[in-house]
């Protein structure tokens, strides 16, 4: 397919389905009145009701049926499927990996995200000091993977080799001997860890430093009264004003981290055990081909997510109300 | 989760307020709280500069000595760059990053107007069942995009749609609409009814109303939903992999093949990831204070 061919799809394609919005458009300056009202909205929404009912309520019922079969989707299991991830000793590993990073990730990101905002609240190059922190957020996490792969670089410890990965040389520097920071178990998976916290931190330092710069003066000005020490109004001011906040980022960046996929699949594949249940369900449903393995992973996900995503929402439902 | 529920975004305070955290760092001292804002900025600058040097400098320097090195021994060249931009031969990563136009533009563009159309429905209109089906539609958002991805491969085969980019832009258009409609359903309860019965009383229909109305008053959400879904599907892995046959993939799937079978090649892979940034990083850099909301906004999409 030549690239002229690519657009001209392309163009095709917004072009059907401009054409399809306007029928529905059209369609309903047919009806008029009030009592048109319902099938307007039905015109409206009809579009979406489909998409989502064929994309994603369909296939989310399917994969939770399908996690109930064998590899080849055709015979009838029970729940082996989750026995399998919960005793054999590579899926603890997967299992164990998430773990780790659902507690360091949000925790770390948003304490550094946090410390920044602080740092930096009132500084004269606020604007780009910001920017610096946030752009790892607006690249692809593939793009992030590659930029720290080539910090890990490993080359061999041998007279004339030299290191070109920054991590390896420094230490050569201080008089070690250079490591492979990705291969080395359990401890690649902390320093897979800390690119998805390079990427996060940026997000917690946003949120957080508008929020920060959203407490009330009058909150300040009567502490300050009462003489309460800088460090005392980080601990009894700042905080518990936040505090709805702080919730939010580290929900958000929690649920993210669940769902991690990229960073694990660009930097390691998943070898050297440090798989996580997002590559873990890619692996085992795409490579592997045990599609009823694959689905049980899938399942899993969304029931460890969900628990966070409804916490999440009633935080930014009571901060809403306040 | 909504762009009205952004306690957190407000315009920054400005001039000389003095703020709890503000006195927090008088504390530590300002010199030290200077050094430490320094250091964790450094840090975090640091390998992005450092592969970026490396992608202009030559190969043979790339694989042989530390980016450090260019400061005493400056050897520059464009020769990586050319080399990923081309769209023919091994090296060239220049047709996926085409393809990476050429899934988002309709994957931002066809979820903006579905969504929009809905949101209105949910916010304006009232019928049977509205409730019901808004709160379903929020619930869905909540679903990891990784329960529908094989039996959604194995619709798309039996619709002959496997290996067309439809498969990728009907994929990120459902994806995105549980937060695209909620997010404008939010912003479009905000207008004053008294607007909108207005119009009516002049006779205008739900089209009208839709299109002289709301939508010059829709903008900036409208903005903030479109540059969070281009950065979503221009920066996407996952769905980029399950779907795209060998003539679709964008450059997230160039660049992480590339990571997996040459994961040496340096000098591609520095400037093919710069390559692949530069598209974001303008679009964030021009619209950040958009992007900052729909970002707040959608959090927890995935």
Redesign the interface.
């Known amino acids: 397919?030549s690239?002229s061919e690519?657009?001209l799809?392309?163009l095709s394609?917004?072009l059907l389905?401009v054409a399809v919005?306007g029928f529905?458009?059209f369609l309903?300056?047919r009806?008029?009145g009030r009592r048109a009202?319902?099938v307007?909205?039905?015109l409206?929404?009809a579009?979406?009701?489909v998409?989502?009912a064929?994309?994603?309520?369909?296939?989310?019922i399917?994969?939770?049926w399908?996690s109930f079969f064998n590899a080849s989707g055709g015979s009838f299991i029970g729940v082996d499927n989750y026995k399998t991830i919960f005793t054999t000793s590579d899926q603890v590993t997967v299992l164990r990996n998430t773990l780790l990073w659902v507690l360091f990730t949000p925790f770390v990101a948003t304490a550094?995200g946090l410390?920044?905002?602080?740092?930096?609240?009132?500084?004269r190059v606020?604007a780009f000091?910001k920017?610096?922190?946030f752009?790892?957020?607006?690249?692809?996490?593939?793009?992030a993977?590659?930029?720290?792969?080539?910090?890990y670089?490993f080359r061999p410890d041998q007279g004339g080799v030299?290191?070109?990965?920054?991590v390896n040389?420094v230490l050569v520097w201080l008089g070690g001997s250079p490591q492979q920071w990705l291969v080395n178990s359990p401890w690649n998976t902390l320093f897979l860890i800390v690119v998805m916290i390079?990427i996060q931190?940026g997000?917690a330092m946003?949120?957080?430093s508008?929020?920060?710069?959203?407490?009330p003066?009058d909150?300040?000005?009567a502490?300050?009264l009462d003489g309460v020490?800088?460090?005392g109004?980080?601990r009894f001011?700042?905080v518990p004003?936040i505090r709805?906040?702080l919730i939010?980022v580290l929900t958000?960046i929690g649920?993210?981290t669940l769902?991690v996929?990229?960073v694990v699949?660009?930097m390691t594949?998943g070898q050297f055990d440090t798989s996580v249940v997002?590559n873990e369900?890619?692996s085992q449903?795409?490579r592997a081909n045990n599609?009823g393995l694959?689905?049980a992973?899938?399942?899993l996900?969304?029931v460890l997510?969900?628990p966070i995503?409804?916490y999440?929402?009633k935080q930014?439902?009571a901060?809403?109300a306040? | 989760?909504?762009a009205?529920?952004?306690?957190?975004?407000?315009t920054?305070?400005v001039g000389k307020?003095?703020?709890?955290?503000?006195?927090?760092?008088?504390?530590?001292t300002s010199p030290w709280?200077?050094f430490?804002?320094v250091v964790?900025?450094v840090l975090?600058?640091?390998?992005?500069f450092?592969?970026l040097i490396?992608s202009f400098r030559p190969e043979l320097k790339?694989?042989?000595?530390?980016?450090?090195t260019f400061f005493s021994d400056p050897q520059f060249t464009l020769d990586n760059y050319r080399a990923v931009l081309q769209?023919s031969g091994s090296d060239g990563l220049g047709?996926y990053f085409?393809?990476s136009f050429?899934i988002v533009?309709?994957a931002v563009?066809?979820p903006i107007?579905?969504?929009s159309?809905?949101a209105?429905?949910?916010a304006w209109?009232?019928?049977?069942g509205?409730n019901f089906?808004f709160v379903l539609?929020f619930a869905?958002?909540?679903?990891?995009i990784?329960?529908?991805?094989?039996?959604?491969l194995s619709?798309y085969v039996k619709a002959g749609l496997s290996n067309?980019?439809?498969t990728l832009?009907?994929?990120h258009?459902?994806?995105a609409?549980?937060l695209a409609?909620f997010l404008l359903h939010n912003f479009m309860k905000e207008i004053p009814r008294e607007l909108l019965e207005a119009a009516r009383v002049d006779g205008a229909?739900?089209?009208q109303i839709?299109f002289k109305v709301l939508m010059p008053l829709l903008t900036p959400a409208l903005a903030a939903f479109g540059i969070f879904q281009f950065?979503w599907v221009?920066?996407?892995?996952?769905v980029a992999?399950?779907f795209s046959g060998p003539?679709q993939q964008p450059m997230?799937v160039g660049?992480?093949n590339l990571?997996?079978t040459r994961?040496t090649a340096?000098h591609l892979?520095?400037a093919?990831?710069f390559v692949?940034?530069i598209v974001?990083?303008a679009?964030?850099?021009s619209l950040?204070r958009y992007?900052?909301r729909g970002?707040?906004a959608g959090?927890?999409k995935?």
């Open positions: 397919m690239n690519k657009f799809t392309m394609a917004i389905f919005v529905i458009l309903a300056t009806f008029s009202d319902r307007v909205a039905w409206f929404l579009p979406t009701v998409l989502l064929i994309g994603l309520i369909y296939p989310g399917k994969t939770i399908q550094v410390i920044y905002a602080i740092l930096i609240d009132k500084a606020e000091a920017a610096l922190i752009l790892p957020m607006a690249i692809s996490f593939v793009g993977s590659i930029i720290w792969k080539f910090v670089a030299k290191q070109i990965g920054l040389q390079w931190a997000f946003t949120v957080l508008a929020a920060i710069k959203a407490i003066e909150i300040i000005e502490a300050r020490s800088p460090l109004m980080f001011v700042t004003s709805p906040a939010v958000t649920i993210g769902k996929f990229d699949r660009t594949g997002a369900f890619y449903s795409f599609q694959g689905a992973l899938a399942v996900l969304f997510v969900t995503v409804a999440n929402v930014l439902r901060s809403e306040r | 989760m909504t009205t529920s952004v306690p957190v975004v407000t920054p305070a307020v003095d703020t709890a955290a503000g006195r927090a760092k008088k504390k530590l709280a200077s430490a804002a964790l900025a975090w600058t640091l390998p992005t450092g592969l490396s790339i694989k042989t000595t530390g980016w450090w769209t047709s085409i393809n050429i533009i309709p563009i066809i107007c579905l969504a159309l809905a209105y429905a949910f209109i009232d019928f049977k509205k089906l539609v869905l958002q909540i679903v990891p990784q329960v529908t991805l094989i039996p959604l619709l067309t980019f439809w832009w009907l994929s258009s459902t994806f609409l549980p409609i229909g739900h089209v839709f950065l221009w920066n996407d892995l996952l992999l399950t003539d997230t660049l992480a990571s997996g994961d340096w892979l520095s093919g990831a692949s940034m974001p990083v679009v964030f850099l950040q992007f900052v970002l707040l959090g927890l995935g």
